[in-house]
């Protein structure tokens, strides 16, 4: 039978037969406690020998070969709590290989202990994402010289880092037709997920039909 300790609700399995048909003294080896525990009310009698009974520790309780209920189910518990920790440690471990990408956009000092663990360190890639905005072109003087500068910024807008390639500058016509052309670079080599660079460039005594100016990606 389980007996249960009225003070701290320990739960221990007895063998009945220990009780006795009238109980006995137990001693809860948890918290020191002492009751008097009464035999199951469907307790068959047994005849009692005569002679004196056998010695026993008085007020102690013998366990079964089952442990107690609650500590079992402590137990468990600390199993499952084990098994969901390993769980998300490996997750995340998976998730920094795989987003390491993105990992060293944020950490640029995580790439050494990529290449230290042997993780093959991929390089950021051009394609969509990289815009073009806020194009300013005006016109100036330098050195009593004409010149046009330009102004502009280019941005990331995908979620993964970009290489920020060179960048083409065509001047057009009144009739959008294309006078000439030329390549500078943006000053930035990467764009991390959502980051923008500001873009410069100028050119010395451009033509008087210049009416337009055309920023674009020039994509190896």
């Known amino acids: 039978m389980i007996v249960t300790c009225p003070t701290c609700s320990t739960r221990y399995l007895v063998e009945t037969q220990k009780l ?4 006995r003294m ?3 080896s948890s918290c020191g406690h002492t009751w008097y525990q009464a035999p199951p009310e469907d307790m068959t009698p047994r005849v009692e020998l005569t002679g004196p009974p056998p010695e026993s520790l008085p007020g102690v309780v013998e366990r079964g070969g089952l442990p107690a209920i609650r500590r079992e189910r402590r137990r ?3 199993v499952v709590t084990l098994l969901v920790l390993l769980l998300v440690l490996a997750a995340a471990g998976w998730g920094a290989i795989f987003m390491r990408d993105r990992v060293m956009a944020l950490v640029p000092q995580a790439a050494k202990i990529y290449s230290r663990l ?3 360190v991929s390089q950021p890639q051009f394609g969509a994402g990289l815009e073009v905005r806020g194009v300013t072109p005006r016109r100036t003087t ?4 004409p010149e046009l500068v330009i102004d502009g910024t280019i941005v990331n807008l995908s979620s993964s880092p970009r290489r920020v390639p ?3 500058v065509t001047l057009r016509d009144a009739n959008d037709q294309p006078l000439t052309s030329w390549i500078f670079s943006a000053g930035v080599a990467t764009l991390a997920p959502g980051a923008s660079a500001p873009f410069h460039t100028t050119y010395a005594k451009p033509m008087a039909e210049a009416a ?3 920023v674009t990606l020039e994509n190896p």
């Open 142 to 145: 330098t050195n009593d010289q």
């Open 166 to 168: 060179q960048l083409k």
């Open 20 to 23: 006795g048909a009238q109980g």
């Open 76 to 78: 468990w518990g600390a």
């Open 26 to 28: 137990v001693r809860c």
């Open 118 to 120: 042997g993780l093959a």
């Open 212 to 214: 337009g100016v055309v």
